[in-house]
């Protein structure tokens, strides 16, 4: 797969928060083309190790070419990331030196017009799957959802102030024939939208955002893989991880505050009950973002948020 590439955002600001150790082990549970992974194995040598995940057969094939000089270092499974726990027990890890979690979908994804992510691919298949295997896909979930559901998805998951109206017009354009491309798909949103609320962003921008989210679960589980996830690393141990819209971010935020809370007891009892410790300490205390140089490189990292949190006990 020569042709994956993905440049990875705020690599610098991701590799000096995750503070790298020789001879430490590493989580990268989005691994994509593994431009952070490339450097945490580069700057961890000659002994460190990363174990990785990704559901991508593309994303795999091209990280482990990447990776190639780095042999017997590394291990990449095809799974969730939010299957950690059976990935690290299948690789016989107990705790980890850090984890970095990529969130944003590759540029060779969005450019293939055969994966369907890019409302800019008006012939691309209604796809949008991470994993080419699994049966859900766009183009089954806009012609066979129910209008309220495909309703919901766009409000909560794009926070498309004109969810039900794309949502009927999509029910409406179906029973004429089956929608399979992205191109139809946009037609019938920017007809739902009224034109003076079309200035600015794409108006089908939030409405492919929603429906990529549903098809591949990306928030399902994400709070409680968080916490856990970060409870695998060792003392001094970090956590960085990239979102590119404020549901990830707001998951993550809310994740990191529990983790550092020393108790979560009604503050109206007299004593703790919970038994609850500080676990983590905040690092970025408020979110990073990229640069302005770095924008103008990569338009793709202006709307990235960076949060980093040190594991304490």
Known sequence: ???????????????????????????????????????????????GKLIA?????????????????????????????????????QAGVDGLDGVILDFGISSWQIDSEERGFSYMKAAAPLDMRMDRT??????????????????QILKQYGEEQFAGAIAAKIVKAREQKRLTTCGELVKIIEEAIPQKFQIGAPAARKSFQAIRIAVN???????????????????????AILTFHSLEDRIVKQA???????????????????GKKK???????????????????????????????????
């Open 1 to 47: 797969m020569s042709g994956f590439a993905h440049i990875p955002v705020m690599l610098e600001e991701c590799l000096q928060g995750l503070n790298l150790k020789d001879g430490g082990t590493y989580f990268d549970g989005t691994i994509g083309g593994a431009g952070h992974s490339y450097e945490i194995l580069k700057r961890t040598s000659p002994n």
């Open 217 to 239: 679960g990306e928030l399902n589980g994400l709070y409680d893989c968080v916490v856990g996830i970060t409870r695998k690393l060792k003392k001094g141990g970090r956590i």
């Open 53 to 89: 995940t990704d559901l991508d057969d593309d994303a795999i094939a091209a990280a482990t070419e990447r990776l190639k000089e780095f042999k017997n270092r590394f291990i990449i499974y095809k799974s969730n990331y939010k299957d950690y726990g059976s990935v690290l027990e």
């Open 134 to 151: 699994q049966s859900l896909t766009a183009e089954v979930l806009i012609n066979e959802y129910p209008q309220k559901e495909i309703a």
């Open 256 to 274: 990191f505050r529990f983790l550092e809370a020393d108790c979560i007891c009604d503050k109206s009892l007299p004593v703790c009950t919970c």
């Open 279 to 313: 676990e983590i300490e905040i690092i970025t205390k408020k979110p990073v973002t990229a640069s302005i140089n770095e924008i103008a490189m990569n338009s793709r990292s202006k709307c990235a948020k960076l949060r980093i949190a040190e594991k304490i006990i």
